[in-house]
Nanobody
Framework: QVQVVESGGGLVQTGDSLRLSCAVS????????LGWFRQAPGKEREFVSA????????KYDDSVKGRFTISRDNAKNTAYLQMNSLGPEDTAVYYC?????????????????WGQGTEVTVSS
C-alpha cells in the first residue's frame, strides 16, 4: 500500500518560515496528487494546498495564498510546503494526504492515504 509521512513542524515565531516535507512510499508513490490539510485546536480540518501528480497544477486556500508554496520532487517521492510569514493563525497539526486523482482535489473525502501529522506552533 501507500505510506505518507510528514515532517518539518516545530515551534517558530510570528513572521518566521518553515518547510514541511511529505514523504510518500509504496505502490505508485509518484502517481498521486498530494494535498496538505491542517487542524487547529478545537477546529475542523481545513484544506491548505494541493498539487497534481505532475506538479503542473496547484491550489491554495485563500488564507495562505501568497505566503505558502507547494511543490513536489517526484524523484524523491516527496512533496513540500514552504510556509512564509507565519502567524499564530497558522498554528495547527498539518497533515499530508495522497489522492488517486489526475486533478487537484480540495476535498478531504477525495484523498485515500493520510500521514500522521506534524505540529506547527507559531508564537506571537
Amino acid at each position: 500500500q501507500v505510506q505518507v509521512v510528514e515532517s518539518g513542524g516545530g515551534l517558530v515565531q510570528t513572521g518566521d518560515s518553515l518547510r514541511l516535507s511529505c514523504a510518500v512510499s509504496g505502490r505508485a508513490a509518484s502517481s498521486y496528487a498530494l494535498g496538505w490539510f491542517r487542524q487547529a485546536p478545537g477546529k475542523e480540518r481545513e484544506f491548505v494546498s494541493a498539487i497534481s501528480w505532475s506538479g503542473g497544477s496547484t491550489k491554495y486556500d485563500d488564507s495562505v495564498k501568497g505566503r505558502f508554496t507547494i511543490s513536489r520532487d517526484n524523484a524523491k517521492n516527496t512533496a513540500y510546503l514552504q510556509m512564509n510569514s507565519l502567524g499564530p493563525e497558522d498554528t495547527a497539526v498539518y497533515y499530508c494526504a495522497a489522492a488517486l486523482a489526475g486533478w487537484v482535489p480540495r476535498r478531504s473525502s477525495e484523498y485515500d492515504y493520510w500521514g500522521q501529522g506534524t505540529e506547527v506552533t507559531v508564537s506571537s
